[in-house]
């Protein structure tokens, strides 16, 4: 399985973005978006299982953020809303290595490329 985000960019402070994660092939497994920015480690920002009937959110991104994914065309999204300039990073989409939505990155073992998201104050 590869996995290709894209979707980033420059936004202005309370703006929106949508980011995409496409897969080469569907795999049945939960999918997370994790995040890092300059000097920091990868922090997990949301999770989604396959189903997409279960959703987990770090407490930074709550009530602002969305993931969701469209099977049909083996893709995540995370809707990011009101975005604060602390949201700036580089975005990664992950597969995790079994059903469960793990919220480190030790649970994944697919990683996309990562898209930039930069949020002007």
């Known amino acids: 399985v590869q996995l290709q985000a894209s979707g980033g960019g420059l936004v202005q402070a309370g703006g929106s973005l949508r980011l995409s994660c496409a897969a080469s092939?569907?795999?049945?497994?939960?999918n997370a978006w994790f995040r890092q920015a300059p000097g920091k480690e990868r922090d997990f920002v949301a999770a989604?299982?396959?189903?997409?009937?279960?959703?987990n959110y770090a407490d930074s991104v709550k009530g602002r953020f969305t993931i969701s994914r469209d099977n049909a065309k083996n893709t995540v999204y995370l809707q990011m809303n009101n975005l604060k300039p602390e949201d700036t990073a580089v975005y990664y989409c992950?597969?995790?290595?079994?059903?469960?939505?793990?919220?480190?990155?030790?649970?994944?073992?697919?990683w996309g490329q990562g898209t930039q998201v930069t949020v002007s104050s």
């Open positions: 989604i299982t396959w189903s997409g009937g279960s959703t």
């Open positions: 992950a597969e995790s290595k079994s059903l469960s939505m793990a919220t480190t990155v030790y649970g994944y073992d697919i």
């Open positions: 092939t569907r795999s049945f497994r939960s």
